[in-house]
Nanobody
Framework: QVQLVESGGGVVQPGGSLTLSCTAS????????IYWLRQIPGEGLEWVSA???????SYGDGVQGRFSVSRDNDRNEALLQINSLTSEDTADYYC?????????????????WGRGTQVIVSP
């Protein structure tokens, strides 16, 4: 079964850090770019980051400097580390997979899409 499963979300205090995990199965993980997007309550999807098949990274303007994405092709896993969390980071975080680089913010533009993990930043 082709799937991406996110984990690691939860409730975090402002200023804290969190690492989200995206675990892949059912497809050749190393052949795909892995993306992170988020949906803030009441808003549309925001493109957060991308990591290429060989580890090159790209970040959205709103998260540059605080977010760090990585991947382990042997473990079929991608990680998103988030530092200096603020209430504006409260969102559902999704990982997605696509064979090309894209900054799309519509789910159908990605070949594989996870179910998401919720991050709540609250005192």
């Amino acid at each position: 079964q082709v799937q991406l499963v996110e984990s690691g979300g939860g409730v975090v205090q402002p200023g804290g850090s969190l690492t989200l995990s995206c675990t892949a199965s059912g497809f050749t993980f190393r052949d795909y770019w892995i993306y992170w997007l988020r949906q803030i309550p009441g808003e549309g999807l925001e493109w957060v980051s991308a990591i290429s098949t060989f580890g090159a990274t790209s970040y959205g303007d709103g998260v540059q400097g605080r977010f760090s994405v990585s991947r382990d092709n042997d473990r079929n896993e991608a990680l998103l580390q988030i530092n200096s969390l603020t209430s504006e980071d409260t969102a559902d975080y999704y990982c997605a997979a696509e064979k090309r680089f894209t900054t799309a913010t519509r789910t159908f533009e990605y070949e594989i899409w996870g179910r998401g993990t919720q991050v709540i930043v609250s005192p």
